[in-house]
């Protein structure tokens, strides 16, 4: 069995993560899990993050997924298989 992993950092996530939430919607089908995270404290919340996804889909459409996340300013995404 292949898995397919995409890790999205985000860098900004205040102003962000907003769109990234609206990529990740238009291809929820494609999205098995999804686990978010990020620094927080009673003090503190970090604005990066990290959004760790497993997908299943037409390679195209994934692909199709990370280059609209990487063309967010603040946003790296990069698909892994295993």
Known sequence: MVY?????????RSTEATKVQGILT?????????LGLHEVSNEFCANDGLVVLEVQGDQNILENMISELNALKYVQAKLIEM
């Open 4 to 12: 397919k992993v995409v890790l999205v950092k985000i860098d900004q």
């Open 26 to 34: 238009r291809y929820g089908c494609n999205i098995c899990v999804r």
